[in-house]
């Protein structure tokens, strides 16, 4: 998560935005061949996260840290996960697809399509979270 999915998804988000602000509203969206080709890097590493995340469930990191308030240690978390293989594998698999998602946004240099595909891309990163990560928030 933390290598492949994590900073990905993050490129993804913002590589599309429209920031109001007092000196105006930035319309931000790749323009270049170059960002183009950078974003689509971020969205096959994302597919590529997700499909490893399927074909070998994750182990966590069961290092001694202070879970946020709601947050699950990672023991938790990880007994969950192999609780419910099932269920994460339909996350990984939810988050794949809307990484293909973006890949075809990303393809057709569809600057709309491609910032709502990172609205897919939330919603199956939240699916997982609200499940696993933190369940009583």
Known sequence: MDT???PSADAIWD???YIAARSGIEDRQPRTDEQWRAVRRS???LI???DLLRAKRPRVALVNIEAKLGELQPSE???RIDATPMVFEQFARSLGEAGNQAL???DARDAKALMDSGG???EACEA???TYWYPKQ
């Open 4 to 6: 492949k999915v994590d």
């Open 43 to 45: 969205a096959l590493t």
């Open 48 to 50: 590529e996260g997700a």
């Open 104 to 106: 075809a946004a990303i």
């Open 77 to 79: 978390i990880q007994r």
């Open 128 to 130: 997982c979270h609200l």
């Open 15 to 17: 590589s599309v935005a």
């Open 120 to 122: 897919t891309i939330d």
